[in-house]
């Protein structure tokens, strides 16, 4: 059925089965089947199962995945699914598919999967990102969501600069704001940096832009 079923549904619910079972050799064949098969949906469906998977055959799976997906409507899923697992391997087929350069949506996601590498994430190429602006403000957004994951101090800094007036462009301000509240919600709950984000949050109740 993985791979002879003639409709999508079947393929996916395959798949989802096999990732299901937890063994080696189903996930092998899920990974085997990815290759060949023509549709983008069923591979999206397949990533987003794999990323519930806890083997190791499914971080090598999803970085393989990360490098050889090449339509724009599956990318963004297969990079956030990679983003379940934190491996040396996913991060570097992460970076090596930004180095190639991505549409923006795909770009953002890769920097949230990279974000959620926590300590291991690529902090000074994130922080490139969050302050620079991008169109729509796609990837920007993106970086910032990632800063957030990273939980790391230097992050909070950025944001906090992001999210005053004129810090971001106006597309990426409210996920700066978004971000910021995620990581701060991460300090303990009496220190002083947590009570200065609060502070500034309430301040940007009274900020003329709506969404922000």
């Known amino acids: 059925q993985l791979t002879e079923a003639p409709d999508v549904i079947g393929r996916i619910e395959a798949g989802r089965a096999l990732v299901a079972g937890g063994t080696r050799a189903?996930?092998?064949?899920?990974?085997?089947?990815?290759?060949?098969?023509?549709?983008?949906?069923?591979?999206?469906?397949?990533?987003?199962?794999?990323?519930?998977?806890?083997?190791?055959?499914?971080?090598?799976?999803?970085?393989?995945?990360?490098?050889?997906?090449?339509?724009?409507?599956?990318?963004?899923?297969?990079?956030?699914?990679?983003?379940?697992?934190?491996?040396?391997?996913?991060?570097?087929?992460?970076?090596?598919?930004?180095?190639?350069?991505?549409?923006?949506?795909?770009?953002?996601?890769?920097?949230?999967?990279?974000?959620?590498q926590r300590e291991n994430a690529p902090l000074e190429r994130l922080i490139s990102a969050a302050t620079a602006p991008s169109p729509y403000g796609i990837a920007q957004s993106g970086a910032f969501r990632a800063l957030a994951d990273t939980r790391r101090r230097r992050a909070l800094d950025v944001l906090q600069d992001a999210v005053a007036p004129g810090g971001a462009p106006t597309e990426a301000r409210p996920a700066a704001v978004g971000a910021l509240a995620a990581l701060a919600a991460r300090q303990p709950r009496e220190s002083r940096r947590r009570e200065r984000v609060v502070e500034l949050l309430m301040d940007l109740l009274r900020d003329p832009e709506e969404r922000v």
């Open 26 to 116: 189903n996930l092998e064949a899920v990974r085997a089947a990815h290759r060949a098969e023509p549709f983008w949906g069923v591979r999206e469906a397949w990533a987003k199962a794999m990323a519930t998977s806890r083997e190791t055959a499914a971080i090598e799976a999803l970085a393989e995945w990360v490098a050889l997906e090449r339509d724009p409507r599956a990318m963004a899923a297969t990079f956030r699914a990679a983003g379940a697992f934190r491996d040396p391997r996913i991060r570097e087929a992460l970076e090596a598919r930004l180095d190639e350069g991505l549409p923006y949506h795909a770009t953002a996601a890769a920097y949230e999967a990279l974000g959620a």
